[in-house]
């Protein structure tokens, strides 16, 4: 098993602190509140400090004895290894997670010209990521076999909360018209389509046991996601307007445009950190009672249990009999219990000349214009671009939910989120989620390649500090620092790593002290008996270039204390 524990606080401790981050009141609670709120059948959502918050809430009547069985659970390296995979799977973690979310940051800025409009491919991958991240965290958290695993998620409060954000706001809101298209298998088609990519990015975090374990949960649970999906489907507009008021920052336009706002601005939140630290808090708590009452544990109905299926309705009268049974019995033919077909299923959509998720051996539509395969993007550039084509720069545009990056090389190269290293690898840049492409500027027209291969072109406005795209404005964050220094701390927003920087040129950091000096766009890192780092280090200087309210060092933010 790898070992995936946060490093400081693990077990009880751990799964207390992160009930006690969340607040009702805090904006990711008040999302998920609001979600559910809106959703049919979703649970409340009562606030829990702590392991014996939930005690109160879901076993106010258990003994002394269970209530120190529960505890004894939350002290499980599983409850560390489901923290760790949920921490991971929030957007903004250098992790299991894709990290662009639904949207990469150059589409939010061209709206619907941008790449991300609709189901594409890289939200795709992040769905079916974190259905394989879900199955994980319940592999974690409930010590059964998958098919109970999966019924005890949706019979738990917390856990039918997990399922339902996932159907809902990973999946249904940004991606209705491909859910309804696909009629009950769009996460299994994703999952099918993406198994390598996800199974790979799984691999190195969880081991080969882990993503085995997952996946055999996740085929348990793939039926129920995708009905959840389809059911949530067809109120994927009305669901994203209920939202607007949580994320008015975020929540721009109509319509897709409206929930693809939406989608992004959730997937900025660590949702997936709160509400599994719920499912994990109820599961240890009804774990506990269960142990302490077998027969109390819900258990899925057999197949052969279950009541059959109601017989067929009578077939309608022929028209050239209806009149006559009307005249004859003295009542209409409704009486004779005539029952409507009804569609075989009531949130699937009209049926599209051609089905892009259709089998293999489907027909083909003869009357169908060919869509073009856009062409495959071409291999990342090693010279760098004639200075009238280039940008080369980092710009970062902050939002009240988070950040959206835009970064660009001498060499031609794009990517929306800024790379660990001063010396980046973009292929592990890319291998870890994110889009890298190529640009080119012709004067004040900027076109981007996609990995995809689709592109896109906007008008930009440059100037030293800043970048417009089609009207949008972006600051520039890599500065030439040599022989600068940096004078405070900086804590990062999870609370659990700092940074601390003096004018001697000497600093504190995670992995020991040393000395520090700036360069443009890094900081060169030497301690002691280790080999020298140099990760990527941006700024806007303000409001003091010595002690800036934020630094991004090596990619993740760290705000000053």
């Not at 005249?327 to 959509?349: D, I, K, L, M």
């Amino acid at each position: 098993m790898v070992d995936v524990s946060e490093g400081k606080l693990k077990g009880g401790v751990l799964l207390d602190q992160q009930l006690a981050d969340y607040k009702l009141r805090s904006l990711t609670a008040r999302l998920c509140d609001a979600l559910f709120k809106a959703t049919p059948g979703a649970p409340g959502l009562p606030n829990w400090d702590s392991l014996d918050d939930t005690f109160a809430s879901v076993a106010p009547e258990a003994s002394a004895d269970v209530r120190a069985r529960a505890k004894a659970l939350a002290n499980d390296a599983q409850i560390d290894n489901a923290l760790f995979a949920a921490k991971s799977l929030d957007t903004g973690d250098a992790g299991i997670t894709i990290l662009t979310g639904v949207r990469s940051a150059l589409s939010l800025f061209l709206g619907d010209k941008g790449p991300g409009a609709g189901a594409d491919d890289q939200q795709k991958a992040d769905a079916a990521l974190k259905a394989l991240g879900l199955a994980y965290i319940l592999t974690q958290l409930i010590p059964r076999e998958p098919a109970q695993r999966v019924h005890l998620l949706e019979s738990t409060d917390s856990g039918l909360e997990l399922l339902l954000y996932y159907v809902t706001l990973e999946v249904a809101v940004p991606s209705p018209e491909d859910v309804q298209a696909a009629n009950g298998t769009f996460i299994k088609d994703l999952v099918a389509e993406q198994s390598r990519r996800v199974a790979g990015k799984l691999l190195g975090v969880i081991g080969r046991k882990g993503v085995q374990d997952a996946q055999e949960t996740l085929d348990a649970m793939i039926d129920l996601l995708d009905r959840k999906a389809l059911e949530r489907a067809p109120q994927a507009g009305q669901l994203a307007a209920s939202l607007q008021g949580v994320l008015p920052a975020v929540v721009r336009g109509k319509g897709p445009a409206l929930q693809d706002a939406v989608a992004a601005g959730a997937d900025a939140l660590p949702a997936w950190r709160y509400l599994t630290a719920r499912f994990a808090a109820e599961s240890r708590v009804m774990l506990a009672v269960w142990e302490d009452d077998p027969a109390a544990e819900p258990r899925p109905i057999p197949a052969s249990e279950k009541p059959a299926a109601p017989p067929p309705p009578p077939p309608s009268l022929p028209a050239n009999l209806a009149g006559a049974a009307t005249a004859a019995h003295g009542h209409p033919e409704s009486q004779h219990h005539e029952v409507a077909a009804e569609p075989e299923n009531p949130f699937a959509a009209p049926a599209e000349p051609e089905n892009p998720f259709a089998a293999p051996n489907a027909p083909a539509n003869p009357f169908a214009e060919p869509t073009p395969e856009p062409e495959p993007a071409p291999a990342l550039p090693t010279e760098a671009l004639p200075a009238e084509h280039r940008l080369n720069g980092v710009y970062l545009r902050s939002m009240p939910w988070g950040e959206m990056w835009l970064v660009f090389t001498r060499e031609g190269i794009f990517s929306n989120f800024p790379p660990a290293n001063a010396n980046p690898d973009w292929m592990a840049h890319s291998d870890a989620g994110h889009q890298v492409g190529t640009y080119r500027r012709e004067e004040e027209e900027l076109t981007i390649r996609w990995p995809s291969g689709k592109s896109t072109t906007s008008q930009i406005v440059r100037d030293t500090y800043s970048l417009q795209i089609d009207g949008e404005q972006a600051t520039r964050c890599d500065f030439n620092l040599a022989g600068r220094v940096l004078n405070g701390s900086w804590r990062s927003r999870d609370g659990e790593t700092q940074w601390t920087f003096h004018r001697n040129g000497k600093f504190e950091g995670p992995d020991g002290p040393g000395r520090y000096q700036l360069t443009t766009g890094g900081i060169q890192l030497e301690r002691p008996g280790q080999t020298p780092h140099h990760p990527t280090l941006y700024t806007t200087l303000q409001p003091d270039p010595e002690r800036p309210d934020c630094l991004w060092i090596g990619g993740l933010p760290f705000d000053r204390t």
